[in-house]
């Protein structure tokens, strides 16, 4: 392509200023590692798609919304029916964030398969997992805003489960209530965590985890390095992003497609002096948690069965931190255990799952 | 440069005291915050109902009063006496209902169940209904938090 004089000069005053053409050496050098398990690096850019359909529609949808208990459940009732096209808006908000925590389980989960995370990459897998969390605190803060009672009595539920934690629990309860009850403070307190204090968390954290890919390249599977022999590349620029761009346009139709045939509903707006309905679970990614809660005894010998299965939580999610400083000799017989383990994780979630659903 | 005696060295020394003033400075702006974000809650000692609201519920059925933020469940047994419950699971906070063709209360979270008298029988709950205690003087029904002579 030839460049206009004008266009280059441009250019260059933009580069003289912003040093802009380091940037674009970079992406122009930068290279993907073609192997048998490629494909899983599409996962990282399907979650970034996802969070930004999320970013977008959120910022429609906070035009109309009212963080009050008076308002919130028919702000959203006149999203769905008075708004045009709010519907829409709504329903790809809520399935775009399905699927984009769905990625981001496929995107852990096949690093710690393929062991992606191995040194020096533990950085990454760490800001990964916390990027996770942030996901799961919008899907747990942005279940409550519609306020009807499903989501009430999820939300009274997910915030007393860390009252059984001693000494501390009570007041990561309060915090997150903002009181002793789930009311209107706790609405209000919840939409400011999910439209500006998650943000900021998770937008620090993705910059650190590009920042981090970038730095540190992608990683190639271990028997391709053990090999020592080099692997196939193809150019970031065009070649992957264009292979990528077509991933992004496939599941951008899906999504549309299900947010279309499949809009959420909306319940009545939730009472707080009403019973519990019946049937109440939070959202699918947090059922084999409910099912897990569940089944655990009032008393296990004298300790609050409660206690126990909050203890298993917070020891699952420090071990699923830590898990490249643990998985340190990837190729050796603990590293296939650690590899068996996600595989043994997969199928505790969906029974889990399943069984909740029972 | 550290003197033959000392303990530690000029530098150290500095250090620390900058350390320590802007550790003091960081607490006197946390504690406000944190202050800030818990806003203060208390449960009611008692609240006050119009007894002629709820004298009369049949036997083996109950009546929603509002509890602070949390219901409140009154309860008249088959005697005619009154019982009073905090309508909250004691397992993780759902709000109860009464079934009165089973004389349990249920909390359909997680499948708990309590027998007419709030004891906890069947499923997560760890604790029974917290009871509240009844009094009626003149036209008001008064439910406490603690029994009170």
Known sequence: ?????????????????????????????????????TIWSYTGSAVLLFFVIQVLTGFMLIFYYKPILEEANASVARIMTEVPLGWILRSVHSWSATFMIAFIFVHLLSIWINKAYRRPREGTWMTGVLLLFCSLGFGFTGYLLPWDALSFSAT?????????????????TKLLRGGGD???????????????ILPIFLLVLLAVHVYL????????????????????????WPNFI?????????????????????????????????????????????LFLFQMLKIFPAKILFINGETVAVFLILLGIVLFFFLPVIDNKPD??????????????????????????? | MKLKHSLFSRRQFLNGLIGGWLGAMLASLVYPVVRFIFPPY????????????????????????????????????????????????????????????????FCACHDGWYDEFGSNIAGPPPKPLRQLFISVEGEELIIKREEIE
């Open chain 1, 1 to 37: 392509m030839k460049k206009t004089k004008n266009g280059g000069q441009i250019r260059s005053w933009l580069d003289e200023r912003f040093g802009l053409s380091s940037v674009t050496q970079f992406l122009k050098n930068k290279s993907i590692p073609q192997h048998k398990h």
């Open chain 1, 156 to 172: 009274k539920v997910g915030t007393d489960i860390p009252r059984a934690i001693p000494i501390v629990g009570e007041w990561v």
């Open chain 1, 182 to 196: 789930v009311t209107g403070d706790t609405l209000t307190r919840f939409f400011g965590i999910h439209v500006c």
């Open chain 1, 213 to 236: 890919i970038q730095k540190l390249g992608m990683s190639i599977p271990l028997e391709a390095e053990k090999s020592q022999k080099k692997l196939k590349e193809i150019p970031f």
């Open chain 1, 242 to 286: 264009y292979r990528e761009a077509i991933l992004w346009l496939i599941l951008f139709g899906i999504c549309l497609t299900v947010a279309i045939a499949f809009p959420p509903s909306l319940e009545k707006a939730a009472d707080l002096m009403a019973p519990a309905p019946e049937g109440i679970k939070p959202e699918w990614y947090f």
């Open chain 1, 332 to 358: 050796e017989k603990k590293g296939k255990i650690i590899k068996a383990a996600a595989f043994l994780f997969i199928l505790y979630v969906v029974i889990m799952s399943i069984w909740s659903l029972m």
């Open chain 2, 42 to 105: 208390k449960e009611p000692d008692e609240v006050i109902l119009l007894y002629s609201d709820y004298k009369n519920i049949f036997p083996n059925s109950v009546k929603i009063f509002p509890w602070g933020s949390k219901p409140g469940i009154l309860k008249k047994n088959d005697d005619g006496s009154l019982m009073a419950f905090v309508g909250v699971c004691t397992h993780l906070d759902c709000n109860v209902s009464y079934m009165a063709e089973q004389r349990k209360f």
